[in-house]
Every structure is written in C-alpha cells, then in structure tokens.
C-alpha cells in the first residue's frame, strides 16, 4: 500500500477536530438551555403538589371533619324530586311521598317545592348545633332552633325544611290535604308528616322545639 504523505492527512485530522468542537458546542447550547428551564419549572405554582390544582382530588387530611352532601348538605336549587341527593333520597318514604304529591299539585299554581334541609347525619346535626350555640350565644336559646342528634326528626329522615316563602304559603294553606304539617310556629319551614291531618287537620303548633316533647328526651 502506497504510503499518504503527511500533508494529505491533515485536511482530514482539521476537518474531525472541527466536528468535535462543532458536537461540544452544541451541547454547550443544550446544557445552557436545560439550566435556564429547570428554575423557571421550580416557581412556587409549579411547586404544588397536583392535588392543589384539582379541589376535587385534595387528599381527604385536609378534609378531614368536613361535611358534604353524603351527610345531608343541600346543594342550591334542590327539589323534593332529586332522588340523587340523600338529604331528599333518605327522607322517610311516607313523608316523601306525600311531598311529591303536593308539589305536583302546587306546580299547577307555578309554585315548586325547593328543600333547604331534609334527612341528616348525626354528625351534621352535631355540628349545626354547636354553629347555633355559637350564634345565639347559650344551649338553651339555641335549643329554639335546633334539636340535638339524639331528638332531632331530621336525622330519623321525619322532617324536611321547604325554602321560599310562595311554597311554604301554600303548604300553609293546603299542607293537611297531604298529611304535611307545620310543627313549630317560629320555622314556618319545618313540615313533618301527620297522616290524621288528612281528615282531622294538622295539631297545633308548639311555639319552638323547647315546646316539644319529643325533645325531651
């Protein structure tokens, strides 16, 4: 083999050290690149754990002793025909009966049945008590307004409250017809089930749940 002169080697020893050269500073570009992202990826948004951005995955630590729906929390607009949500689907099948029957009635007079409250959990009940002794400032005046888990017909599933003053005037006016009546005289929204009211109309009022027997217990 004919031997290559060393002055023929060099263009091709120049031309692979300027591709070495050429690989180091492109990955100079690259090193640089990355470094100048990895800061803007560590902001404090980014930082969040992923259960922050989505208020429906939050671990349930931090949701720990509050309350939902399952416990009977009324979401807004609810009517005594969502089956869906507990607080109507676990109410007393009698009392809910005899609610879908007179709001189908009053419907015809443009007056729909909404619940405010209806079936709830014993911890929910606890907890609406401790928030009325906290407002009216004593176990007693709070007792005016709300019973205990022990007495309270809307943990048995006995009592739905109606909101809007159109739906509660006319249970006021025609509730007996369906066995629905007002049981305390300070919460025109309280309806209870007495089926004698059909033919006998409904007992009367106590003033306040302090009133009522069944309180007492």
């Known amino acids: ?104 009635a009053a419907a015809d007079d443009g007056v729909e049945f909404y619940v405010n409250s209806g079936w709830r959990s014993p911890e929910y009940q606890n907890q609406l008590l401790r928030e009325a002794v906290s407002k009216y400032g004593s176990e007693d005046e709070a007792a005016r307004w709300v019973a205990t888990a022990a007495t309270s017909p809307h943990v048995s599933g006995d009592a739905v409250d109606i909101g809007r003053s159109n739906a509660t005037a006319w249970l006021s006016e025609h509730g007996a017809e369906y066995g629905l009546c007002q049981i305390y005289k300070n919460e025109p929204w309280h309806y209870e089930l007495r089926t004698h009211a059909i033919d006998r109309g409904c007992p009367r009022m106590y003033a306040d749940p302090t009133q009522d027997p069944r309180m007492q217990q």
């Open 1 to 104: 083999m004919a031997r290559i002169p060393p002055s023929a080697r060099t263009p091709t020893r120049q031309f692979r050290r300027l591709l070495v050269v050429g690989l180091l500073a492109v990955l100079a570009v690259i090193t640089a690149v990355l470094g100048y992202q990895v800061p803007k990826s560590s902001s404090p948004s980014a930082s969040l754990s992923p259960w922050a951005a989505s208020p429906s995955k939050t671990p349930r630590s931090e949701h720990r002793g509050a309350l939902g729906e399952a416990d009977g929390v009324v979401p807004d607009g609810v009517t005594v025909f969502d089956d869906a949500i507990p607080a109507v689907a676990k109410l007393d099948p009698s009392l809910l009966k005899a609610l879908r029957q007179a709001a189908t």
